[in-house]
């Protein structure tokens, strides 16, 4: 089956502007993570979303924000770019039940955002 | 607050030697899960194992061993016979009981296999 796809791969934007990146989670996955990994910072948790509700949120300024479709699918949002920013952005899906405790996510290639 | 740390940034070996990537945890909750993850070139988080607080065995996948204790808060992988396509940066990842699917990654180790 197909593994998580994400859009666009890279990307190169400027400070100040803003970028939307998007994500199809593994077909009959309901939830859907964003990561950022830095050099930096590693791996942070940016936030879930569960049928199209937000789940949890990592501890990232009010520029950052994410919606999920009726479809699963998931796209974020980056306003007011800055050049921290730069980044890249993956994504995760699982089905998302916790009956069984955590699942295991799926991620996908990434989003590398360049912010000049 | 939970956190993961894994001392070896990098680890460079000889193919065929054995090498231990070590990864010690730390979390208020009695109830969590590990993971490990290898991140190859391509970026992409390729799962490896997950494990839970009340599991203690160890496992056995191929030339992949992990070792499990709660006495060190330690989760330690070690791969046996390592070949150039083990290269990769591998994380080890905490989710606490509580905390969904939301994983608390430790800073990697970043591991190149010679020929």
Known sequence: KAGVTQTPRYLIKTRGQQVTLSCSPISGHRSVSWYQQTPGQGLQFLFEYFSETQRNKGNFPGRFSGRQFSNSRSEMNVSTLELGDSALYLCASCLGDHMSGANVLTFGAGSRLTVL | ?115
């Open chain 2, 1 to 115: 607050a939970q956190k993961v740390t894994q001392a070896q940034t990098e680890i460079s070996v000889v193919e065929k030697e054995d090498v231990t990537l070590d990864c010690v945890y730390e979390t208020r909750d009695t109830t969590y899960y590990l993971f490990w993850y290898k991140q190859p070139p391509s970026g992409e988080l390729v799962f490896l194992i997950r494990r839970n607080s009340f599991d203690e065995q160890n496992e056995i996948s191929g030339r992949y061993s992990w070792n499990f204790q709660k006495s060190t808060s330690s989760f330690n992988f070690t791969i046996t016979a390592s070949q150039v396509v083990d290269s990769a940066v591998y994380f080890c990842a905490l989710s606490e009981g509580n905390a969904g699917n939301m994983l608390t990654f430790g800073g990697g180790t970043r591991l190149m296999v010679k020929p």
